[in-house]
């Protein structure tokens, strides 16, 4: 695959070189990505940086969430923080989902105990065209912050994060989480021609976003459909899969493993399969060597214990990580995770027992 394009330096408008690539060959979880059979397996968490840790509730006191992912000595600790306590064998970016849309100039906030919350809903072809491009100079912040990870983490690989263009398109539409997405189903039901305007526009909007990150260091990117699987196979086909698929491929050429996951996509693995990512994430409901079948043999799989399970006890934990390895075999290539992120009242020595019970399991 070729390098990435350059992107521009912030405030610039001048053309600056990406980050030189890192070259991590003892990288498991780059291998498993690549669909081979690394010396260990690898394993890291969704949301491992996050409320489970007492060390991230002591930094973030009193700083809110999109300030702190945009503060890049901030995020670049908070991110380390996993990386530090368990050993994992990735870090990845300390963001949030509609950081691309505050950057790019969106009226959003993240409300505790709600969640994103959308100042002007987006629901008619005048709010789509009035959407702001992101500027990559915009995002100037996180590629910072990138640049902090890539000097700090070693031989620890880091990934990158975005949400999908259907999850960014709901917090839009709906004007903040929803648990029926039912003005977001309308529109893609009444309105298609609107509907794919803006999800073209998102599409470019998280390419933009993820590109900077490549350009900044990241040595993989994860896509993160949080809402996806509200959705039939049949509408995901056609109302969302064209729009995600642009994103990764826009990301062919950039040299470094590409994550597909998405919450509740049993059903969608097939398509989501199809959409471009090196490695499909797949949530605790779909054992992985069914979701193996149902992806197709040419992609690597992530996942997928069941968070809550970490609540259960050293001998439950075992018997799940045992069994999730065994049908991770059936995969090119697996990357042991959770089938979701980590719940904040999870305890963080759970989340190490895991790690070095992983670590110590043969890979075939």
């Known amino acids: 695959m070729s390098a990435p394009t350059s992107s521009t330096v912030a405030g610039s408008g001048s053309p600056v070189a990406p980050s030189p690539r890192r070259a991590l060959p003892g990288s498991a979880f780059l291998a498993a990505a690549r669909g081979e059979r690394p010396t260990h397996l690898p394993v890291w968490f969704m949301r491992q ?23 890049p000595e901030l995020a670049c600790e908070i991110t380390l923080q996993p990386v530090r306590r368990y050993g994992v064998d990735a870090a990845i970016l300390f963001s949030d989902i509609v950081v691309p849309l505050k950057v790019a100039g969106v009226g959003v906030d ?16 005048a709010d789509v065209t009035a959407l702001p491009r992101l500027d990559p100079d915009a995002v100037a912040p996180v ?25 960014l398109a709901s917090y839009l539409v709906e004007g903040g989480p929803s648990r029926n997405h039912e003005r977001t189903k309308a529109l893609m039901h009444a309105e298609p021609a609107t ?37 039939s196979e049949r509408d995901y086909r056609a109302l969302v899969l064209p729009h995600s ?22 059903e969608l693995l097939g398509a989501m399969g199809e959409a ?31 968070p809550a399970v970490l609540f259960a006890g050293p ?13 991770g075999r059936a995969a090119p290539g697996h990357v042991v995770n959770l089938g979701h992120g980590v719940l904040p009242e999870t305890d963080p020595d759970a989340l190490a027992r895991v790690v070095d019970l992983v670590h110590a399991l043969p890979v075939s």
């Open 110 to 125: 993240i409300v505790a105990g709600t969640g994103p919350v959308v100042d002007a809903p987006v629901r008619t072809a």
């Open 315 to 327: 001998e439950v934990v075992e018997r799940e990580v045992r069994r999730i390895v065994d049908e």
């Open 143 to 167: 590629a910072d912050a990138v640049r902090l990870l890539v000097g700090e983490l070693g031989d620890t690989p880091l990934i990158g994060f975005a949400g999908a263009p259907f999850t």
């Open 276 to 306: 471009g990512a090196d490695v499909v994430g797949v949530d605790w409901r779909v054992p992985l060597d069914e979701a193996t079948r149902r992806i197709g043999p040419a992609r690597a799989v992530q996942g997928n214990l069941d």
């Open 49 to 71: 940086a996050g409320r489970s840790l007492p060390e991230y509730r002591t930094v973030r006191q009193g700083t809110g969430m999109l300030e702190s992912c945009l503060t």
């Open 195 to 231: 509907w794919h305007a803006l999800l073209d526009h998102l599409a470019d909007l998280t390419l933009t976003f993820l590109r900077a990150q490549v350009d900044a260091g990241v040595d993989a990117v994860q896509l993160f459909d949080s809402w996806a699987g509200a959705l």
């Open 245 to 266: 698929a642009k994103v990764l491929a826009g990301l062919a050429d950039a040299g470094v493993p590409r994550v597909h996951f998405g919450v509740g996509t049993g």
